[in-house]
């Protein structure tokens, strides 16, 4: 039974890691220029990012964003590893005392983690930025006439990889949390 826990544990944790350190979205924004003095249009990529939750951190980190940053890391790093580490202590704790007492905590633990809800507000912004596009169109004076201008901008967000990592680590380590809580009530 001890074997199967430690399995189960180590399974969240390879969850985690590479939800935390793969991309997580990728937002592109392209322009598409037409004017009559152009004969195709043209396009051009003005902005793109993709980024993990490390990578976030970091780059929250970098510009002065401290709070933001700690808050991410506490939510998204350090309390999925003290949870998981917790658990791995109470399989070879000694005592059904403080193997109880753990397994309370991490429950309590998981019940103020922001996990989920940062898992829902990465999917919330993605939702809210996915296949955005903007037409304007607008005169420029060229010598002596007008030439009429279209411009169409384009925003397009994408989930990575990591994102279903991270979320399959939240919904597993709920999952196993209470699996864990249930097993200690018998």
């Known amino acids: 039974m001890k074997q ?27 322009t598409q220029v037409e004017a009559v003095i152009i004969p195709d249009p043209v396009a051009v990529t003005v902005y793109e990012q993709t980024r993990s939750i490390l990578g976030t951190i970091s780059e929250l980190w970098n510009s002065d964003d401290y709070l933001v940053s700690f808050l991410i890391l506490l939510f998204s790093i350090i309390v999925p590893m003290t949870k998981g580490s917790m658990l791995l202590i109470s399989v070879y704790t000694a005592t059904d005392r403080i193997r109880q007492w753990l397994i309370w905590l991490v429950d309590l633990i ?3 983690s922001m996990a989920d809800v940062f898992v829902v507000a990465v999917f919330l912004a993605f939702l ?3 296949d955005q596009a903007q037409v304007n169109s607008f005169s420029v004076p060229v010598l002596f006439q007008q030439i009429d201008v279209a411009m169409e901008t384009h925003l397009t967000s994408t989930l990575g990889s990591g994102f279903y990592f991270f979320l399959a680590y939240c919904l597993f380590s709920v999952f196993w949390t209470q699996v864990l809580k249930h097993q200690q009530r018998r």
């Open 4 to 30: 199967g826990i430690v399995v189960l544990t180590l399974l969240n944790f390879l969850l985690l890691i590479p939800g935390v350190t793969l991309p997580i979205y990728s937002v592109v924004i392209t």
């Open 128 to 130: 809210a930025t996915r």
């Open 110 to 112: 998981g019940k103020w």
